[in-house]
């Protein structure tokens, strides 16, 4: 069972686009929702993370919307730039931080062009 | 700061063999630490969640026998695959939390196992 949906598998975006990835959970014991960007052989790196208490974070040009009655969030990248290109996972946990691991998207490779 | 190591970044073994991987908080003392599976083009699927000076535990359907977790000193865990087999080669990922910064998780860059 996957516990976190996410789409689209990949996404292509034209410099200066805005990138959009959705997420879908299913258990509502999660409390904790972070986004991840990952590049080719390197670990994850936290971009930004946001609580079911909050329908919306904001951090440079990278947003989180949160819809706690639909169990979806997203992330949203302004002014997508070439260096952006790279594969991000969105994750959930019950506690904050991911105390007790996190439980990941099967990811989205962005490609911007540009 | 808040950087975590991995060794060695990738090995070549060869079917049968064991094959210890090292995971370590270079500037920050951690009292658990992560070890996830990484396959080509996928997500990353936690295995076991290891605690300094405890057993790890391990995720439903990860065989504890085959994949020995240590950890030994709250800078410290190691994975070792035992009895390796051309299934288990992957990209095994560990990720550690500050023991004074419980909301805050480090990843570290990954160690690429190929078991031939």
């Known amino acids: 069972q996957q516990q976190v949906k996410q789409s689209p598998q990949s996404l292509i975006v034209q410099k200066g686009g805005i990138s959009i990835i959705n997420c879908a959970y299913e258990?509502?014991?999660?409390?904790?929702f972070p986004w991840y960007q990952q590049f080719p052989g390197k670990g994850p790196a936290l971009l930004i993370a946001?609580?079911?208490?909050?329908s919306e974070k904001k951090e440079g040009r990278f947003t989180i919307s949160f819809n706690k009655s639909a169990k979806q969030f997203s992330l949203h990248i302004m002014d997508s730039q070439p260096g952006d290109s790279a594969t991000y996972f969105c994750?959930?946990?019950?506690?904050?931080?991911?105390?007790?691991?996190?439980?990941f998207g099967k990811g989205t490779h962005l490609i911007i062009q540009p | 700061g808040a950087v975590v190591s991995q060794h060695p970044s990738w090995v070549i073994c060869k079917s049968g063999t064991s094959v210890k991987i090292e995971c370590r908080s270079l500037?920050?003392?951690?009292?658990?630490m992560f070890w996830y599976r990484q396959f080509p083009k996928q997500s990353l699927m936690l295995m076991a969640t290891?605690?300094?000076?405890?057993?790890?535990?391990?995720e439903q359907g990860v065989e504890k026998d085959k994949f020995l977790i240590n950890h030994a000193s709250l800078t410290l865990s190691t994975l070792t695959v035992t009895s390796a087999h051309p299934e288990d080669s992957s990209f095994y990922i560990c990720?550690?939390?500050?023991?004074?910064?419980?909301?805050?998780?480090?990843f570290g860059p990954g160690t690429r196992l190929t078991v031939t």
């Open positions: 946001i609580r079911p208490d909050v």
């Open positions: 290891s605690n300094e000076g405890s057993k790890a535990t391990y």
């Open positions: 994750a959930a946990s019950r506690r904050w931080g991911g105390a007790d691991g996190l439980t």
């Open positions: 990720s550690a939390i500050p023991r004074d910064r419980l909301y805050e998780q480090y």
């Open positions: 258990n509502t014991a999660f409390d904790y």
């Open positions: 500037d920050f003392q951690a009292t658990t």
